[in-house]
């Protein structure tokens, strides 16, 4: 998880396509927590404030698309240098959902902790977010049963409920 931490940088604003932009040095975004590649931040240019997200970019630094409002706002120009304050915002820090002490009980049990870690990132959490929404013990043991056999047969779309 990000520390939420405000970061500052400058940066040359350049077009790209017809987009303008500015790089994101990678010791700033290395420290952000990223969902799909994709980070959502909230910040400053030359004093405006913004949001926006930032693109990753194969082999390259994330990239901060700046748009008229931006330019306008921070004072600033395409070709111009300016100065950016982030900070990883905080209402779209990517939720994580505890493992119920029920479900690695059951894993442990039926020896199914790799087949649990083998399922992609996305179910896993659709799973998690799922059982950490149910009421009662009772709706929570009926659903990890049935995660228990799907597992134990191997079965290719795991979910529930």
């Not at 700033?28 to 930032?54: D, E, P, V």
Request: aromatic letters at 8%; one cysteine or more.
């Amino acid at each position: 998880m990000s520390s939420l931490k405000k970061f500052e940088f400058t940066g040359k604003i350049y077009k790209t396509g017809i987009n303008w932009c500015v790089d994101v040095p990678p010791k700033i975004t290395a420290l952000m927590t990223a969902g799909k590649g994709r980070i959502k931040i909230q910040g400053q240019i030359n004093g405006f404030y913004f949001t926006k997200t930032l693109m990753p970019v194969k082999n390259a630094p994330h990239r901060l698309f700046v748009n008229q409002a931006m330019m306008k706002g921070g004072k600033t120009a395409l070709g111009e240098i300016a100065i950016f304050e982030i900070e990883q915002d905080k209402k779209n820090v990517i939720k994580e959902y505890p493992e119920p002490k029920l479900l690695l009980e059951q894993l442990n049990k039926h020896k199914l902790n790799e087949q649990f870690k083998l399922l992609t990132a996305s179910r896993k959490k659709e799973i998690l977010k799922y059982l950490s929404y149910l009421k009662t013990e009772e709706t929570i043991v009926k659903n990890i049963d049935k995660l228990i056999k799907q597992l134990k047969n191997k079965e290719k779309n795991v979910r529930i409920p």
